[in-house]
């Protein structure tokens, strides 16, 4: 029987105010690269602004079909990216609310933070930093990629702030107790990221530097916990597995309401987030049971090492090429380079101009699944590579 926690009474009494937290990012602190062009007004507050660039960017349409962690499915009911990003802009604004935060920052943040995610999740992830790593010495990761598309591809003028919470969201990091770190200007924030390419153990080190962003990390380990169970039965790949739970419970619904109060319970007035031991200690064992069942399971792992690692490999290999020969015709050239640069924003240099692999790993982490499987089949006719996805009624 599932067991879900209250908020105590004086807690509930104190929200019931919705008062503004003193620890809230105040509106007009905010910092963008330049700070000539949109402006805020009445209307579009400097988040709003922040969240509608990154709702009309290109690439926020592709959330839709990235794999969440189950690649191969044609099943509807199965978690995928765009799902996730929804989920932990809820649970994120849930928590801020209550703590009185500002919500149009938690939503800027929330809704950017994996627009840079490859395919095929945390594997496609993995496959391409291993590549790229090569040919240059420089790593991939998906927050510090999701920076660099709002504010190197598409040149956006997003600010510091929504920025830096991306970039340290790293859900698969967790915290018992999560305290922002100030942070005073982009040469600080670009050399944060600049050292992530070089050690990416440096990622380890990011941290928000808004209490909002500090939601907005501990919402995104909320949101995959429960719901990757739910997807891993649909799946059909557990059935009524006897989990731990402990004091988050073991479902979904459990998880989310229990560390959701938890967090408001030991959060409120305060200027970091924090669960209780209890609580923390669940949290870290859940997570540590997902692995174990999921996220390692061979089932998942094997298609995805066998199948997809080379398939990337062989894709990028050919894209190199072709750009490094300028070879105009190719997809690489009339698919992303010319697509990019019809998005008419300013930029410092020709986005063609900028470093091949970098061009190559910027066109690879944007595609979907799907658009990945029918690319290298374009470029592969007679490969022995194939994907074979699991039907609806198999």
Same mark, same amino acid.
């Given at each position: 029987?599932p /067991?879900y926690?209250?908020?105590?009474?004086e807690?509930?009494? @104190?929200?019931?105010?919705r008062k503004?937290?003193? *620890?809230a990012?105040?509106?007009?602190?905010?910092? +963008?690269r330049?700070n000539?062009h949109?402006?805020?007004?009445?209307?579009?507050?400097p988040?709003i602004?922040?969240s509608d660039k990154i709702?009309?960017?290109?690439?926020?349409? +592709?959330? !839709?079909? @990235?794999t969440? %962690?189950?690649?191969?499915?044609?099943?509807?009911?199965?978690?995928? +990216?765009?799902?996730?990003?929804?989920?932990?802009?809820r649970?994120?604004?849930?928590?801020? @609310?209550?703590?009185?935060?500002?919500?149009e920052?938690?939503e !800027?943040?929330?809704?950017? $933070?994996?627009?840079? $995610?490859?395919?095929f999740? $945390?594997a496609?992830?993995?496959?391409l930093d #291993?590549?790229y790593?090569?040919?240059?010495?420089?790593?991939? !990761?998906?927050?510090i990629?999701s %920076?660099?598309?709002?504010?190197?591809? &598409?040149?956006y003028?997003?600010?510091?702030?929504?920025?830096s919470?991306i !970039?340290? $969201?790293?859900?698969?990091? #967790?915290?018992?107790? *999560?305290?922002?770190?100030?942070l005073?200007s982009?040469?600080?924030?670009?050399?944060?990221?600049e050292s992530c390419?070089i050690d990416?153990?440096?990622?380890?080190?990011?941290?928000?530097?808004?209490?909002?962003?500090?939601?907005? +990390?501990?919402?995104d380990i909320?949101a995959y916990?429960?719901k990757?169970?739910?997807d891993a039965e649909?799946?059909g790949?557990?059935?009524?597995?006897?989990?731990?739970?402990?004091?988050?419970?073991v479902?979904n619904?459990?998880?989310?309401?229990?560390?959701? /109060?938890?967090?408001?319970e030991n959060s409120?007035?305060?200027p970091y987030? =924090?669960?209780d031991?209890?609580h &923390?200690?669940?949290? =870290?064992k859940?997570?540590?049971?997902?692995?174990?069942?999921?996220?390692?399971n061979?089932k998942?792992?094997?298609?995805?090492?066998?199948?997809?690692?080379p398939?990337?490999?062989a894709v990028?290999e050919?894209?190199?090429?072709d750009?490094?020969? @300028?070879?105009?015709?190719?997809?690489?050239?009339?698919?992303?380079?010319?697509?990019?640069?019809k998005?008419h924003?300013?930029? %410092?240099?020709?986005y063609?101009?900028?470093e091949?692999?970098?061009?190559v790993v910027? *066109?690879i982490?944007?595609?979907t699944?799907?658009? &990945?499987?029918e690319?290298?089949?374009?470029?592969?006719?007679?490969s022995?590579?194939?994907? #074979? *996805?699991?039907?609806?009624?198999?």
């Amino acid at each position: 029987m599932p /067991v879900y926690d209250n908020l105590s009474p004086e807690i509930a009494e @104190k929200i019931a105010f919705r008062k503004i937290s003193p *620890y809230a990012f105040a509106d007009e602190n905010a910092v +963008r690269r330049d700070n000539t062009h949109d402006k805020p007004d009445a209307v579009r507050t400097p988040f709003i602004r922040d969240s509608d660039k990154i709702l009309h960017c290109p690439f926020y349409n +592709r959330y !839709a079909d @990235k794999t969440q %962690v189950f690649s191969f499915y044609k099943n509807d009911d199965i978690s995928r +990216r765009g799902l996730h990003v929804q989920l932990v802009s809820r649970i994120a604004r849930t928590i801020g @609310k209550a703590l009185g935060l500002n919500l149009e920052l938690i939503e !800027a943040i929330a809704l950017g $933070h994996d627009i840079g $995610h490859t395919p095929f999740g $945390h594997a496609g992830e993995s496959f391409l930093d #291993e590549v790229y790593f090569t040919h240059t010495g420089r790593h991939f !990761a998906h927050n510090i990629h999701s %920076v660099r598309v709002l504010d190197r591809i &598409f040149p956006y003028n997003i600010t510091l702030q929504t920025l830096s919470g991306i !970039a340290a $969201h790293d859900g698969e990091l #967790e915290l018992a107790e *999560y305290r922002p770190k100030q942070l005073d200007s982009f040469t600080e924030f670009d050399a944060q990221i600049e050292s992530c390419y070089i050690d990416k153990s440096n990622i380890e080190n990011l941290v928000p530097s808004t209490l909002e962003g500090c939601v907005v +990390r501990i919402s995104d380990i909320i949101a995959y916990l429960g719901k990757d169970r739910q997807d891993a039965e649909r799946a059909g790949l557990l059935a009524d597995t006897d989990y731990a739970g402990g004091a988050i419970g073991v479902i979904n619904a459990e998880i989310i309401n229990n560390l959701v /109060v938890n967090i408001i319970e030991n959060s409120y007035g305060k200027p970091y987030i =924090k669960m209780d031991a209890e609580h &923390f200690a669940a949290l =870290k064992k859940a997570k540590a049971d997902n692995y174990e069942l999921i996220y390692n399971n061979k089932k998942i792992s094997h298609t995805l090492n066998t199948t997809v690692k080379p398939m990337i490999k062989a894709v990028y290999e050919k894209l190199l090429n072709d750009l490094e020969s @300028k070879n105009t015709d190719s997809l690489i050239y009339k698919h992303h380079i010319d697509y990019v640069n019809k998005s008419h924003y300013s930029r %410092v240099s020709p986005y063609e101009s900028e470093e091949p692999n970098q061009i190559v790993v910027d *066109y690879i982490a944007s595609m979907t699944d799907d658009y &990945f499987i029918e690319l290298y089949n374009h470029l592969f006719p007679t490969s022995d590579l194939k994907i #074979e *996805y699991k039907g609806y009624f198999d």
